[in-house]
């Protein structure tokens, strides 16, 4: 019989269980350590596992990462290179990661902070903002994620754009593609909102130069990964007054060191790596239906590219 | 020559004139209150006049107002009963609106008061919250406004409903209608989005008796009118504990009075009366839109029903 093999996250492993179950009942689940006879898997669901196991599963077919990130699974060399490592599209996740980063657009675009000061001393008074049609935000990572974080900020009437590897088209979307419009695509982005992999190309892809692209008064939200960003770059490019603010989610290291600036720096906002949340119910979505495919001889999609890395 | 009568609110006067002159070439745009012939003025863009004007245009066709709300129209005697009230249904007012709400709910649910506490502290600890389809928020007012909320809350997952004077069948929100399903609709909600308008059945809807019905620990919003919320009873279900907070953008006098017991709450959050803005060139289309299907003899949508009062 075939079997998945199941290495739960934060998400206690019985839920993972209880979907599997219900929805392929003619595919066994093994608990991680438990794995049986290795033949039997063919599928794993996993974040990572310790080195050297994927080369004992003669019979994989799939690899599904539990979370966005897909590091372990990537950085593991006894993965073979033909095995499709599918990515996380949970529902869930997209959903409470595009809340937390409309909330921080709006939190900068609508003043609240100032606001919050407002009240304080009992002042009434309108603060002007520039309407959203005016106010440019830029998404940097157009996949599952930025692309529904995108369509929520055009809804909002945001003029939106998004930079990613290759050229998409989404309706009201204005889209930038590759290394060579980087620069055009940071030089019209007041709100720039960073939902980059980490890979080997993303390394400090925030730094000093591209923040010397973005315009004057520009405000930075990373909720990608902390690699991607310049957090020394990032404070200078504040201090000097060219960026306005930012909202960081992600570090360099985590839990972000007490000694680190970036606490207490009077214009970032930090949430300790929370923006998204995801459960099995909706995890295993994606997974049992690329299992089914698998079993129908069809192509996956969502599927990383594992020569770039994501 | 057919002309609108144009009294802008805080939008300068010369957008509006622009948006006529190049949609409705053959429509004059005469300025307030520069009237000239009064037999010309068929239409006439204001969200209030002095008292007996109105009677004054005999050839009247259409009134539109330039904010949401309509009082100022409704309660002026002299404006003939069978001339239609068109109300705002500019896109910038819906999306400005919707985000200002999006930002209370997401702020509430997702913690990010307490966040920006534990910043301060340096504290770096993940807060658990509710995943958003167990979150339900209800939206006490179902138009246009109302409407577009409804949508962007349930786009991002959260369990959504709306109460309504009548039944509304909107996909994935579930719709509470009349006075009689006012206490199941308040029993499930957590978090209560108020955008009702001001009138005589509106008044201090929001009361000691309808916060009881809400389940304990609920959020209470506020961006309709100040008249609807009995701000007495409010601080008394928030200092019982029986609310865990508030967030308020009208109220009963406005600007809020610096005596008022609201400023300095701990669980209350304040913005002036701004939560939502437009501008001429979206407020027009819909006036636009209606003045062309008068004078085509077609019927009209977006009008007021004046015998509920908006």
Known sequence: ???????????????????????LPDVECRIWPDVGDRADIEYVVANQLPDGQFATFPNLKLVAGTRVGLEGLLNDESLPPHIPILRNTDRERAATMTAWVLYQVIRHHRHFEEYAVNQRSKAWEHLKYRPPQETRVGIMGMGNLGTTVARALSGLMYRVAGWSRTRKDIPGI??????????????????????????????NVLDAGRFAMLPKGAYVINCGRGTTLDEDALLAALDSGHLSGAALDVFKVEPLPQ?????????????????????????????????????????????VDRSQGY
């Open 1 to 23: 019989m075939a079997a998945v093999l199941i290495r739960s996250g934060r998400e206690p492993v019985e839920n993972w269980v209880a979907v599997f179950n219900k929805v």
């Open 174 to 203: 204005e889209s930038f593609a590759g290394a060579a419009e980087l620069e055009p695509f940071l030089a019209r982005t007041d709100i720039l909102i960073s939902i980059l992999p980490r890979t080997p190309e993303t390394e």
């Open 259 to 303: 000694d680190s600036s970036l606490w207490n720096h009077p214009k970032i906002a930090i949430t300790p790596h929370y923006s998204c949340s995801g459960r099995a119910v909706f995890g295993a979505e994606g997974i049992v239906d690329a299992i089914r495919k698998l079993r129908r001889g069809e192509a996956l999609t969502g599927t």
